[in-house]
T-cell receptor
Framework: QKEVEQDPGPLSVPEGAIVSLNCTYS??????FMWYRQYSRKGPELLMY????GNKEDGRFTAQVDKSSKYISLFIRDSQPSDSATYLC????????????FGDGTTLTVKP | KAGVTQTPRYLIKTRGQQVTLSCSPI?????VSWYQQTPGQGLQFLFE???????NKGNFPGRFSGRQFSNSRSEMNVSTLELGDSALYLC??????????????FGPGTRLTVT
């Protein structure tokens, strides 16, 4: 079983929809949780970086972390065609604190 | 400001050869991390360097190594290349600001093909 499982998608939504992207994990030592966006043929872009449980909002993006359930989510409000990309969750913490473990990614398409 | 640069962008090597990839971080960033991305295994952490010292390491064989120079530029080396080493190799530079904000930026990657 993988340490980080990400909803595989692909996901296709109409413009303006609310998008929910989700990951579960098994390692309770994880303390830092990240979401990345990766456009085709580009390097990933860090969208959200959160520590421990709770919510963090940045513009149209909200990251939620529930450590008790080992579950994290990224919500995108008022989705735009420019949000079409692959989204990767990642997390780190514990004895090898700087080693990030990534989900496999969810490909999102927002249709105009 | 200039982003993270990686050279070369594309590389074709033969099994058994070795390869060196280079990464120049954003000015002021002292931490550089390396990653391997493949369709089968996804994005995997290789190692992280900070102030010329390897700070963290992923689960890769010893054929994968790296170093960081005093100007924060970093190189990674893969010796005795195998077909399975064909991948996009990404580096990222990062910084924790005094405010506690974490910044991380990825380069465009080096596409390595092993034949």
């Amino acid at each position: 079983q993988k340490e980080v499982e990400q909803d595989p998608g692909p996901l296709s939504v109409p413009e303006g929809a609310i998008v929910s992207l989700n990951c579960t994990y098994s390692n309770s030592a994880f303390q830092y949780f990240m979401w990345y966006r990766q456009y085709s043929r580009k390097g990933p872009e860090l969208l959200m970086y959160t520590y421990s449980s709770g919510n963090k909002e940045d513009g149209r993006f909200t990251a939620q972390v529930d450590k008790s359930s080992k579950y994290i989510s990224l919500f995108i409000r008022d989705s735009q065609p420019s949000d079409s990309a692959t989204y990767l969750c990642a997390m780190k913490g514990g004895t090898n604190a700087g080693k990030s473990t990534f989900g496999d990614g969810t490909t999102l398409t927002v249709k105009p | 400001k200039a982003g993270v640069t990686q050279t070369p962008r594309y590389l074709i090597k033969t099994r058994g050869q070795q390869v060196t990839l280079s990464c120049s971080p954003i000015s002021g960033h002292r931490s550089v991390s390396w990653y391997q991305q493949t369709p089968g295994q996804g994005l995997q952490f290789l190692f992280e360097y900070f102030s010329e010292t390897q700070r963290n390491k992923g689960n890769f064989p010893g054929r994968f190594s790296g170093r960081q120079f005093s100007n924060s530029r970093s190189e990674m080396n893969v010796s005795t290349l195998e077909l399975g080493d064909s991948a996009l190799y990404l580096c990222a530079s990062s910084l924790v600001r005094t405010s506690g904000t974490y910044e991380q930026y990825f380069g465009p990657g080096t596409r390595l093909t092993v034949t």
